[in-house]
């Protein structure tokens, strides 16, 4: 029975929305160019997960045959939610402030980045405030 489809990209998907983050529409060929430069790729490999991506809608393609182009339907914004939603979901039972306790606690945010988060969260609070 074959397992049901995961509405979010794959590592592998998500190298190739990357790339066409990028580049924007992009034939075949030139994505394959392109994902080569990090690893090798078979043409036929990354054909495959383009349909598979575009049963997804993941991606979408204009014309056909060689002259197909191929481009992103989801932003990064969108697929970075999605994915960070299943992750809260999958690892912090729902909690987002448990995936933020996580990554203050974890010591994987430089000083920089938490000033950022602090001013972040100022705002937010600001702009709740004035509601």
Known sequence: MPRPSNPHPTDG???I?????????TS???L????????????TTVATMLRVMLDKKLVKRTGAGRGA???????QKIAARGMVRKLVEGVFEGSAHRLAAHLVEGGQLTARQLAELRQLIDQQHKSSAHK
């Open 13 to 15: 998907e998500l190298e």
């Open 17 to 25: 929305l990357r790339v066409l983050w990028t580049a924007g529409p």
């Open 28 to 30: 075949l060929s030139t």
């Open 32 to 43: 394959c160019e392109q994902l080569r430069s990090e690893r090798d790729v078979a043409t």
């Open 69 to 75: 182009v191929w481009s992103a339907t989801v932003t």
